[in-house]
């Protein structure tokens, strides 16, 4: 008997200090990442013909995600939280893009990195506020940020930004006057489209417009428009990549034999589509990052290490992690992903850096008349003859808040 009361005694001794041990360490302690849950959201086209975008946005999203949860968790407050993607295919429309904000209150997404098109944007932007998501969106549209829309920031640089150098350095290269500029004849097609014409007359250029039905998927009707109108070069940047991959493939199997820009991103998708580099006698493109620099050849090995595979071959991947990494960061400072206008100032109050490319900056005050699109450097290729060559960088700058 006296022996059963020692055991009890000692196992309740035994009990109440390994209690108390407990609840020192967890007021001493952060807690473990499993405790706490950090959502961010994947906006874009993951099916279809604009499906590489959607897919490379989401892959820039989950390996930020990885990559956090990897090194021990998001710090919120006095804890280490998981972070968890939530994604949703907006299908390239408007519905789409207000479907995809929906979804996100209800899974309690207040940040997401997306919606890409401009058609999706637009859908997407008003039910967001309402719901108060902070998103950075791909799109170049020439309101893809407003000061009417305060939650809404901008990752990818329109060719407002890049264009002159890029157009000028390719005309230079392959010596056109004239470019046909294709474009789907819908919001994000003609907002893109037209920003182009007007960055090729810019650089001394003869351009024009050609509308086709998005989703199209045999393009001869405007190949053989194309080839009676004889332009030096076919500005394919608004199309979707795997529209964009048609129409080159067939517009090289009809005989042409000037250039192809590619002013959209996405331009890997479309050269495996068309023959891969040794088919492309000129063709030129914007890449989303400067890919061969140290940094990002750094982020395809941290990818392929953390991920078990090959970073996305569509550079729109890029901005993507960047995005996602702003994102992480503004939600430690604030202490919250359930609050958007918290995350939002934040964001407006960080130096935006990124571990990969360093510090960069704001701008938009001058475009957009909001300072909330990130300044990073993006990269230009080029094919002669069907050989690649160095690709060259183009830095950003930043603005100041007021013009």
């Not at 157009?167 to 037209?194: C, H, L």
């Not at 042409?256 to 959209?264: K, V």
């Amino acid at each position: 008997m006296e022996t059963s009361m020692i055991k009890r005694r000692n196992s309740f001794h035994s009990t109440t200090m390994t209690a108390v041990a407990a609840a020192i360490l967890s007021i001493c302690m952060p807690a473990i990442a499993q405790d706490c849950v950090v959502k961010i959201g994947a906006v874009g086209p993951m099916t279809g013909g604009g499906s590489s975008w959607g897919l490379a946005d989401k892959a820039g999203v989950d390996f930020e995600a990885a990559w956090t949860n990897a090194n021990g968790g998001l710090q919120v407050g006095n804890r280490k939280c998981t972070v968890s993607v939530v994604s949703y295919d907006s299908q390239q429309t408007a519905a789409g893009g207000a479907a995809a904000a929906n979804y996100f209150a209800g899974q309690n997404v207040h940040a997401a990195v997306g919606p890409i098109p401009s058609p999706e944007t637009t859908g997407y932007k008003p039910v967001a506020q309402r719901y108060g998501q902070v998103n950075f969106a791909h799109s170049f549209a020439k309101d893809v940020i407003t000061p009417k829309f305060p939650l809404a920031f901008a990752v990818s640089l329109s060719p407002h930004v890049w264009g002159a150098t890029v157009i000028n350095a390719a005309k230079d290269r392959f010596k056109f006057k004239s470019a046909i500029v294709v474009e789907p004849n819908d919001q994000g097609g003609i907002d893109a489209g037209t920003a182009l014409v007007q960055e090729y007359g810019k650089a001394g250029v003869k351009a024009s417009e050609e509308q086709y039905q998005r989703g199209t998927t045999n393009f001869a009707p405007i190949v053989a428009r194309l080839m009676g109108m004889k332009p030096d070069a076919i500005e394919i940047g608004p199309m979707p990549p795997g529209e964009a991959g048609i129409l080159v493939k067939q517009m090289l199997e009809a005989g042409y034999t000037g250039a192809f820009g590619r002013l959209g991103g996405g331009a890997e998708t479309i050269l495996s589509m068309a023959g891969g580099i040794p088919a492309q006698k000129a063709f030129y493109w914007i890449e989303l990052a400067p890919t061969e620099d140290p940094g990002i050849r750094k982020l395809n090995a941290d990818y392929e290490r953390v991920m078990k595979s090959k970073a996305p071959d569509n550079t729109l991947f890029y901005p993507s992690q960047l995005a996602a990494e702003q994102l992480l960061h503004a939600i430690s400072i604030a202490g919250t992903d359930q609050d958007g206008d918290k995350i939002a100032s934040a964001l407006r109050k960080m130096t935006p850096e990124s571990r990969y490319l360093g510090k960069g900056g704001w701008r938009g005050q001058a475009q957009y008349g909001i300072n909330q699109q990130l300044a990073f450097p993006v990269g230009m290729g080029i094919i002669a003859n069907g050989k690649k060559e160095v690709q060259r960088r183009i830095d950003v700058a930043s603005e100041p808040s007021k013009p």
